[in-house]
Nanobody
Framework: QVQLVESGGGLVQPGGSLRLSCVAS????????MYWVRQAPGKGLEWVST????????YYKDSMKGRFTISRDNAKNTLYLQMNSLKPEDTALYYC??????????????RGQGTQVTVSS
């Protein structure tokens, strides 16, 4: 049974930081491309960042470059997203997702239940 369990969300003030984690089970994590995507209230799913199976290739949405860092620990089957300089517009439900082949179109093989990030003073 595949599971992706996100954690680390919460309420943070503008300019603050959070580190999201996603623990994977039920599939060979180290062979999968992994992603962070988010969904703000009333909006569609938005891609945030991508990392390849080995962790050596990363991509970011332009608005996240320099603020967010994606990483993974294949020994721990865990994906991370370090988020710095958070803005109110970063408020969303953040999901981790995975796919065996690279999927730039939000059509992932697996996706978790999400963790809420709220940026507000």
């Amino acid at each position: 049974q595949v599971q992706l369990v996100e954690s680390g969300g919460g309420l943070v003030q503008p300019g603050g930081s959070l580190r999201l984690s996603c623990v994977a089970s039920g599939f060979t994590f180290s062979r999968y491309w992994m992603y962070w995507v988010r969904q703000a209230p009333g909006k569609g799913l938005e891609w945030v960042s991508t990392i390849n199976s080995g962790g050596g290739v990363t991509y970011y949405k332009d608005s996240m470059k320099g603020r967010f860092t994606i990483s993974r620990d294949n020994a721990k089957n865990t994906l991370y997203l370090q988020m710095n300089s958070l803005k109110p517009e970063d408020t969303a439900l953040y999901y981790c997702a995975g796919s065996y082949a690279y999927k730039p179109n939000l059509e992932y093989d697996y996706r978790g239940q999400g963790t809420q990030v709220t940026v507000s003073s």
